[in-house]
């Protein structure tokens, strides 16, 4: 059964249980694996979410012995989402909001075989809803929302305390906005003896700091980390060197930093040479710290397989991209695969232009999965209302530097920086991209995305781009276009 099962769509498996009572039997279990409860965000006659809470909330359905996963997404109902934002003034959750809570609450003491619960809905939850899923015995990984910007008025959050004795493995926070939650987080974490993967996004217009989470910290974590993904805080608060020693990055193959202005108020170079000096060697190095000594880094270890300067709109002193391209290709030509290269400053030395794409395709041929921007993409309507693609590539800087990119011959993912959010330039650039693909360019393209919004497919036989558009964050088989915190989510072209 386990062998059919993956050819098999939850309405195939649904079907297969009314057969017989022996194919009930074994593909009931399959049924009830991933229990998934969507809000549309409007009640209507046949509300597919009121039905399955009536269903599963019954304490007579002895089916939720089968779910390993539970899953929470969706608008909040049209109907209550006023309450909510009255109330919201008041420090008060709904008592549909509660109810919603409460119903699941119930399901959840009937699932003694969870491992993972995701919380992605406009409305919190309540606390003894998070203490009873954080008590539950086999709970690995807890992923929830803790924030949203709602309408007409933000809902009432409280803040949730989390449970002291963990055993999960892996804990997503997204959009934290208060101290207090993550105070309660560094206390629960200092028993985490298993976790081996955090990532907390914090809400950016919050100003909080790292220093919260670890401030009462008085040893090292007992936990080793392979991955940590850190974005939105205003700054770390504290010395590297002390966040280092509290969170010891030994194991850590996988870092997110994406950190606010108010870094710059230390010394620049020192956060990375503390992570020399704590043996820092990721294998996926995401951040927006191109500061000084980011090359010193990475010229301190071999092995990296994806290195993404991420867009920052933040004035730091930054080594030129070429220093960096050329630091990379002389310690990780060998492994790199993944390479983003997003624009910080407006000075031509920060973005790459056409004799450097030059050098990087020379110096990194394997890069598999490229993001860039450069000079001369805000200018690229101007240059297309003026040109057809007959004409000399050289005359047009855009065509030139494109032209250049695709000839990496393991291509699979371009991402481009538009600089600017003119519609138009997206369908000028997939046009000229086609163009070239039809002359035989990037064989392996696959997806081609712009900013940090829209991604489209490749298709080949005949050379086509696909009538579907996806999410940057949500292409799985990817490291570019996808994140951890959102691979629940099944999106299709």
Same mark, same amino acid.
Request: some cysteine; aromatic content about 8%.
């Given at each position: 059964m386990a062998q059919i099962r993956q050819h098999l769509t939850d309405s195939d498996l649904a079907k297969l249980a009314r057969v017989s009572h022996e194919l009930n039997d074994l593909a009931t279990p399959y049924l009830y694996q991933t229990v998934h409860f969507h809000s549309p965000g409007r009640i209507k006659p046949d509300d597919q979410l009121l039905l399955q809470l009536d269903i599963l909330g019954d304490l007579r359905f002895n089916k939720l012995v089968y779910t390993r996963r539970v899953v929470v997404s969706g608008s909040w109902y049209e109907a209550y989402a006023a309450i909510d934002s009255e109330l919201g003034e008041h420090?008060?959750?709904?008592?549909?909001?509660?109810?919603?809570?409460?119903?699941?609450?119930?399901?959840?003491?009937?699932?003694?075989?969870?491992?993972?619960?995701?919380?992605d809905m406009q409305v919190s939850l309540t606390q003894v809803l998070l203490t009873t899923v954080m008590l539950q015995q086999r709970l690995r990984c807890l992923r929830i929302r803790m924030g949203t910007d709602c309408t007409p008025k933000p809902f009432f959050r409280p803040s949730l305390n989390l449970h002291t004795t963990v055993k999960?493995?892996?804990?997503?926070?997204?959009?934290?906005?208060?101290?207090?939650?993550l105070q309660s987080l560094g206390v629960a974490l200092k028993n985490a003896t298993q976790l081996e993967r955090l990532s907390i996004w914090a809400d950016d217009r919050a100003k909080l700091s790292m220093s919260s989470l670890v401030e009462d910290w008085h040893t090292p974590a007992p936990f080793r980390l392979r991955s940590l993904d850190i974005r939105g805080f205003s700054d770390i608060g504290i010395p590297a060197k002390s966040m280092w020693a509290a969170i010891p990055p030994t194991k850590l193959r996988e870092l997110t930093l994406e950190l606010g202005p108010s870094l710059l108020a230390q010394d620049p170079t020192e956060f990375w040479d503390a992570s020399i000096e704590a043996d820092l060697r990721p294998l996926r190095l995401r951040v927006n710290l191109g500061i000084k000594g980011i090359e010193e880094f990475i010229s301190s270890f071999s092995g990296l397989e994806a290195f993404h300067l991420v867009p920052s709109d933040t004035l730091r002193p930054m080594a030129p991209i070429r220093v960096l391209v050329d630091a990379l290709r002389r310690h990780h030509s060998s492994t790199l695969k993944v390479l983003g290269l997003s624009p910080?400053?407006?000075?031509?030395?920060? *973005?790459?232009?056409? @004799? +450097? =794409?030059?050098?990087? *395709?020379?110096?990194? @041929? +394997? =890069?598999?999965e490229l993001r860039l921007s450069q000079a001369y993409l805000n200018r690229v309507r101007l240059c297309f209302s003026k040109c057809c693609f007959g004409l000399p590539l050289t005359r047009f800087p855009h065509q030139e530097f494109m032209q250049i990119a695709l000839l990496l011959p393991r291509l699979r993912v371009v991402q481009i920086d538009l600089v600017h959010e003119d519609p138009v330039t997206e369908y000028i650039f997939l046009d000229f991209i086609v163009y070239l693909l039809h002359k035989g360019y990037a064989r392996n393209l696959t997806y081609v995305a712009f900013d940090d919004t829209t991604v489209r497919e490749i298709r080949r036989n005949p050379i086509r781009l696909s009538d579907g558009v996806s999410r940057v964050g949500y292409v799985g088989g990817t490291v570019l276009l996808n994140e951890e915190v959102f691979d629940w989510v099944r999106t299709s072209f």
């Open positions: 420090q008060i959750l709904s008592p549909a909001a509660r109810m919603f809570s409460n119903i699941i609450c119930n399901c959840i003491q009937r699932m003694p075989n969870l491992e993972e619960f995701i919380w999960l493995r892996v804990i997503h926070l997204i959009q934290v906005d208060n101290v207090v939650v910080f400053l407006d000075g031509s030395k920060y *973005v790459l232009d056409v @004799p +450097d =794409i030059k050098y990087l *395709v020379g110096a990194l @041929p +394997d =890069i598999e």
